[in-house]
Every structure is written in structure tokens, then in C-alpha cells.
């Protein structure tokens, strides 16, 4: 994804933030090795190809494009070298540092990890000028022997400070005491990232640029330093041909032989309707579903604008249940609210329909982190947050439960760096770094397996959520009469 709008790109930029001509901006982004297409073509994630073809051979010096991290670092294929290269030519030039970012907010945060992680490593190699061996590729060493040029106490110290303290509330801005801004998309699935980067950022701002894909660019945010509940993405209609298939949450599941929804061209766009974006690209895509579910918003001048709803399809269903990753997003934000007397907060999240045990039930792997002074949660906390997920599931769901066609949801609370673990193995089979957003719902098995071997402890919601059986139900025709205590629980 996604250099059409660099971040250098003065003109626009100066608009909204003044001075970044004055210094860097410290983004962390990576590549992946090119594979080849059966019939012999080169495929690669689109950021790839651009870093590829942009950052190799960009030519002309331009002051609002001042990057820390060395082009060789960049294309190096082996993350642990290039995040680690990067992170240290970052922290070389920490005063410097105007913005920083990555292309989704995951890649930011993993950023932030790798330096948990290493910071010794880091300080060591900047108390004595040297590079860790660890990094090996040439272009690398040498790229970085540019940058660090001896012995740098001082930096070390300070690094050795700050990290030591295990104290990561607002590391980001004390290491790099004068960023203006986060460079990062934290829309859509990577909205639930923002508390995150909030405490880790003290609160600096978010610009969301860009809404884009492997398959084609689609919009850009022309007000990026709004707020991200904000953002609305203006559609670039010469990027290739868009049409929209109109997406009505509400609505019953076509017949299979019914004819597809009749497409609307951009131009009658409704305001406040939702659509599922098609678009027929310059590559050769004709009438390709993304998959995403937009909401129109407004337009500038023809150009229709969207907020991002969702990804179209992200589902849990164990019977006639259907769950979106809005609806499950919305579930774990509710629930780990009870957390927050503990300190303690869902980093990472997943789910799975697990349809083994009869009924099926819903299992969510959560991540959890504790802040300073913080206390794990007791058994029976996060048995109570199992029934605050299920409070805020629809109804279809709540009346499943109390019908017993769904089982108690579950937590399955996983050891820290599982997330971590699940995307090195996305990686590993093909993924791009860079565009790699966790599922918020996984069905393949050895992710699974990876996921159950790093299980802490398990907990299973204790009552049947609120469900207010209406009249004459479904239900009531189907015998579906309710075995739970559910009324009794207090929402
Ligand atoms: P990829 O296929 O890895 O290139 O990812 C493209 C998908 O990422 C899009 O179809 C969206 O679902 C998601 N995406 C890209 N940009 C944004 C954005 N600005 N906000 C929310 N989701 C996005």
C-alpha cells in the first residue's frame, strides 16, 4: 500500500502540520520476498513493489521526505535486521524525529515491542558505536556505519533510563521528544488499536491518510489530522473504475438464483447508505468485490466520501447467529472496561466459532497487558467479562444462548507475545509485514494449535446473557423455551 500519498509530500502536508521540513520522520516499514505467479509473473504486496520502485530510486532531495531509516534496511527481507536497523538508526536520530509511523497501527505497536524487547541490544551497540551482530546483511552494516559513528554515551544512558524503568506510558514521546504526530491508519480493524497507541504516545494525534489495497488505491483522507472517528476517505475516481453494490445490514440473504444487486455508479452515491465497494482496475480486475463495507458520508465536489465500516464476511456463527468483527470489537471493548481496575487491558484479540464441543460456542483469545501498579484479574473477573461479551452481542445471539443453541462464550487468555507469534507464522507462509492485520477470527488450524498452546487460563461466561423474548418468537414455534437464569443477571 499506499505510497501515493507519502508522507513527504510537503505541498499537501505543510497545510496541516508546519515544519516538517525541519527534521525526519522515523517510519518502520518492510518488505517481503517476491514469489512467483504459476504462469511466471512477479507478485508481491503492493508496499513491496513500492518500496521497491519508490525508495530505490528516488532521485531529488526533498526536505519534507527526510527519512532515519536507511533504504537497505527497508528492502532487507529478514524483519529482525530491518526492524532492528531501523529502530536503532530512529533512535540515532531521536531529536530529529518529527513523525513517526508505519502503515497500520499494528506495525507501529510492533515497533514499540521489538524495542521492549531489545533495548539493551540498542544501548549496548550505542554505548560502543558497534552493530550487534545479529545484523548481517552487508548493505545493512553499512548503511547503519553512515549513521552510527562512534561511541554515544550519553544516548545510551538515556535509552538504558527510560526502558529500565519499565514505565511505557509515553515512550514514545520521550524517546523521541518531538514527534508532532502518529503516521498510521487506526481506522476500520485497526480502530481498537488506539487506546494503545494513545498511552504509548501520550495522546499525540493519528493521521489517517490513506484507504488503499493490494488490488488498487481507492481514497484519501483530506483532512488527515482530524480526529479517526472522523475520517472520511474521498474517493480518487481516477484510480480506476468504481461502482457500488448497495449493503443493507437488515436485509434478508438473497435466494441463490436471484440476479446481484444492481450497481450504483459513484456519482448516485446516497449519503448515510452503505456500500460494498467493486471496483475494475487498470491491472485487469473487472467488477472485483473488496469486500469492504463503506458508508457515504458526504462528497467533494463529484467525489463521494466514505467512512470505512467494516470488512464484509468477518463472521462468528455458531447456528443462526451471525457476529461482525464490529460487533465483536464493540464486545471487547465493553468487557475489558472491567478490567480497567486492575489496570490491566486486551492488547490483542481473536476468535473462534468452535463448533467441537455441542452446542458450539464462541472462544476469544485475548492478549492481556498490565499497566504500572497494575494486578492480574481474578478468575471471576474475567468470567464476568465472558457475560459482558455476550451482553453486547445482538440479540439473535442472546436468544441463542438462552435457547441453548450457543454455549457459554469463552476467554482463553494467552501469553504475552502470542499475537506476536501468530503473525511471524502469517509471515512465514507469505504475508507482508508492513499489511498484516490480525484476524479477528481464525479458522486454520495450526493457528489454532498455536493459540491453544500458549493459553494461560480459561474462563467461561456464568449466565445466559439478557434476552427479552419477545410475544411470539422463533423461538417460542421451535420450543426453543429458555433453560438459563438470564434475567436474573443485571446488564
Ligand atoms: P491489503 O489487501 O493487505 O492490501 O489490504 C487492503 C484492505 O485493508 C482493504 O480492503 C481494507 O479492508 C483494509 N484497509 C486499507 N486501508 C484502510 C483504511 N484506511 N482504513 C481501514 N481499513 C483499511
Same mark, same amino acid.
Given at each position: ?247 443493507? &445490514?437488515? /436485509? =434478508?440473504? %438473497?435466494? $441463490? ?9 459513484? @456519482?448516485?452515491?446516497?449519503? *448515510? ?103 492480574? &484479574?481474578? /478468575? =471471576?473477573? %474475567?468470567? $464476568? ?9 445482538? @440479540?439473535?445471539?442472546?436468544? *441463542? ?91
Amino acid at each position: 500500500m499506499w505510497g501515493i500519498v507519502r508522507s513527504d509530500d510537503g505541498g499537501a502536508w505543510r497545510r496541516y502540520v508546519p515544519g516538517l521540513d525541519k527534521g525526519k520522520g522515523l517510519y518502520f516499514f518492510f518488505i517481503k520476498s517476491e514469489t512467483k505467479t504459476p504462469g511466471g509473473l512477479p507478485a508481491m504486496p503492493v508496499t513491496t513493489s513500492f518500496y521497491k520502485r519508490y525508495i530505490k530510486h528516488r532521485r531529488a532531495f526533498n526536505p519534507y521526505d527526510v527519512r532515519t531509516s536507511p533504504t537497505a534496511a527497508i528492502l532487507c527481507t529478514d524483519s529482525f535486521q530491518s526492524m532492528y536497523a531501523q529502530m536503532l538508526c530512529g533512535l540515532l536520530a531521536r531529536t530529529e524525529v518529527l513523525r513517526i509511523g508505519a502503515v497500520f497501527a499494528s506495525g507501529l505497536l510492533r515497533a514499540i515491542r521489538f524495542l521492549q524487547l531489545h533495548w539493551k541490544e540498542l544501548a549496548h551497540d550505542l554505548r560502543t558505536g558497534t552493530l550487534s551482530g545479529k545484523v548481517v546483511e552487508p548493505s545493512i552494516r553499512d548503511a547503519v556505519a553512515e549513521v552510527l559513528t562512534g561511541p554515544n554515551a550519553e544516548l545510551a544512558d538515556f535509552v538504558t533510563a527510560e526502558c529500565g524503568k519499565d514505565k511505557w506510558e509515553g515512550i514514545i514521546t520521550r524517546m523521541w521528544p518531538n514527534t508532532k504526530y502518529l503516521d498510521v491508519i487506526v481506522t476500520g480493524a485497526m480502530a481498537q488499536y488506539i487506546p494503545t497507541l494513545k498511552f504509548y504516545s501520550g495522546g499525540l494525534p493519528m493521521a489517517c491518510k490513506i484507504y488503499a489495497s493490494s488490488e488498487c488505491y481507492f481514497g484519501l483522507n483530506l483532512r488527515p489530522m482530524c480526529d479517526p472517528s472522523e475520517v472520511s476517505y474521498t474517493i480518487m475516481p481516477n484510480m480506476g473504475y468504481f461502482e457500488l453494490m448497495p449493503h443493507d &445490514p437488515d /436485509a =434478508a440473504p %438473497l435466494p $441463490r438464483d436471484s440476479p446481484p444487486p444492481r450497481l450504483v455508479d459513484l @456519482a448516485d452515491a446516497e449519503v *448515510g447508505r452503505e456500500y460494498e465497494l467493486v471496483i475494475t482496475t487498470y491491472a485487469g480486475l473487472c467488477r472485483y468485490r473488496v469486500g469492504d463495507i463503506l458508508q457515504v458520508t458526504g462528497f467533494h465536489n463529484a467525489a463521494p466520501q466514505f467512512r470505512f465500516v467494516r470488512r464484509k464476511n468477518v463472521l462468528l456463527s455458531i447456528d443462526s447467529d451471525k457476529t461482525d468483527e464490529v460487533e465483536l470489537q464493540a464486545a471487547v471493548e465493553r468487557a475489558s472496561g472491567l478490567l480497567s481496575p486492575y489496570n490491566a487491558s486486551v492488547v490483542e484479540y481473536t476468535s473462534h466459532a468452535d463448533a467441537a464441543t455441542i452446542p458450539g460456542h464462541y472462544v476469544v483469545y485475548w492478549e492481556l497487558a498490565l499497566r504500572e501498579g497494575g494486578a492480574w &484479574p481474578e /478468575a =471471576a473477573v %474475567l468470567e $464476568r467479562c465472558c457475560l459482558e461479551m455476550e451482553q453486547a452481542l445482538n @440479540a439473535v445471539y442472546r436468544q *441463542g444462548r438462552n435457547g441453548e443453541a450457543i454455549g457459554p462464550l469463552e476467554i482463553r487468555v494467552v501469553r504475552a507475545g502470542t499475537f506476536e507469534e501468530m503473525m511471524d507464522y502469517a509471515v512465514s507462509r507469505g504475508a507482508s509485514i508492513s499489511q498484516y492485520k490480525a484476524p479477528r477470527c481464525v479458522s486454520l488450524v495450526p493457528i489454532i494449535e498455536l493459540l491453544n498452546s500458549r493459553v494461560l487460563s480459561k474462563h467461561f461466561s456464568p449466565a445466559c446473557p439478557n434476552y427479552i423474548q419477545p410475544a411470539r418468537t422463533t423461538s417460542d414455534r421451535h420450543g426453543l423455551a429458555s433453560k438459563c437464569p438470564s434475567s436474573t443477571i443485571p446488564v
